[in-house]
């Protein structure tokens, strides 16, 4: 008896929205495999966060299809958000529960949720346990909720403008994070050259709801015959990554 | 093929530790529980002090007091609570994405308003048993002579006002307007219901729109059950009306984003 093929961990076919006046997301496809940490790069308003948010379900495409898995977010939405999790940008907290008490709240949505002990350690907030999510710093912050989003052993993360805002330090204790992910899928939005170039195995440029190229950090950079990930993105999309300050 | 997942709802587990969330995010904001708390003792109180004929006996065993006061003091306990905590609440989550957040967890962010209602009800209980043991101790407060039905009425006077709510938290597009429309809608309906006096000292056709709105049905319902009289059936319909009204507005218009 020969094994089905496993489908891919996200594939998103021709992905539409538009809204009234402006089409956000113009035929975006996109096929990242198992194990893999895929980046999406793109200046401000690209379409990056309207892309990973109807990959996520939080936003039906106008047109095309998307499936986690095999499944699909927004008719089996039960079941992917159990092996889903996402760290959205900006996203607030309950602010006055202690990190503790938001790592207990959320280990109770799913049914075989990482220890409370282990996901603080494994974003270094052990000795943070007892603050409340109000007066944590914002790289603590980030971090909690990146353990918010591990916290019930998801297959596949998306990880939104990781570590827009923090400090070059707090951005090295985040990547080390991501870094030590090696069993899940990882989809990781970023306007960040550097990030990207360190964390992912393969990136999508995206510029006005396009994918304008795809490949390895390295194939991108030969492709545009650059020598940095932002020479070439600026290279491929006439744009400088920090320019565009839109809404996304 | 697609993957081999059971879909798992959260559990009573989950909706213990929801409720629990809400109430220390209600209990750490002290602030906000001065006004539901704080404001319906203050109106016994001075209100108490104020009429020297409270203690006037208007029904076998029942006080002036307990007749006219305390429906006023227990109906203004839940408007303060559903109508302008509850909204603000929802309407700060909504503005800093936490119900997003949660749309992306197994949980719902259904699960969240919920919570909150059971937070509120609890709020609810606490505020009328401060406002009641006070009345108890220092102005010889009687319990309702149709306790069954004063339940009842407290249970529809409930629903009713947190479908005030859900149209508060539905139309307000951030929370300092949750917390204005809320307030105007608060002190609207209950100057009409007689929280600033007897409504039948307001002119006819105020009475009327008082009598029809669910401060005032919740009061003449309350009052009736203190005196162990049978509770007027319009008041029974203004006060399922308003809830429906507010489930439907919610359902229609409410964004958890």
Redesign the interface.
Known sequence: MTE????PAIEARHLVKRYKHKTAVDGISLRVARGETFGILGTNGAGKTTTVEMI???RKPTEGSV?I???DPFT?R???????G?Q?Q????????TAR?LV????????DPLDADEALTMVELTDKARTKFDDLSGGQMQRLSIALALI?RP?VVILDELTTGLDPRARRRVWATIESLSEQTVILISHAMDEVERLCDRVALIDAGRVLAHGTPGQLREQAGAVTLEDAFVALTGKDIQGDEEED | MSEAVHARRPGPRAWLKLIQAEAKMVTRDTAGLIVPLGLPLLILVMQGISFEDLGVEVAEGVTAFSVFLLPVVVTMVVATIAVINMPSFLATYRKTKLLRRLAVTPASPAMVLVAQMAVSFIQVLLGIGIAFGVAMVFFDADLPRSPLVAAAVLLACCAAMYGVGMIVASISPTPNSSVAIGLIAFFGIAALGGMFGPAENLPEPLQTIGSWLPFGASVDALQHAWAGEPVDPKNWLVLGATAALGAGVAAALFRWE
Do not use: M
Request: zero cysteines; aromatic letters at 10%.
């Open positions: 089905k093929p496993q489908p996520a379900g939080l499936r898995l095999g499944l089996e039960a079941k992917v958000r159990q092996i889903l996402v959205l900006g996203a607030y907290l309950h602010g006055s529960l008490e207990d709240l959320y280990r109770g949505f799913y049914p019930g297959q």
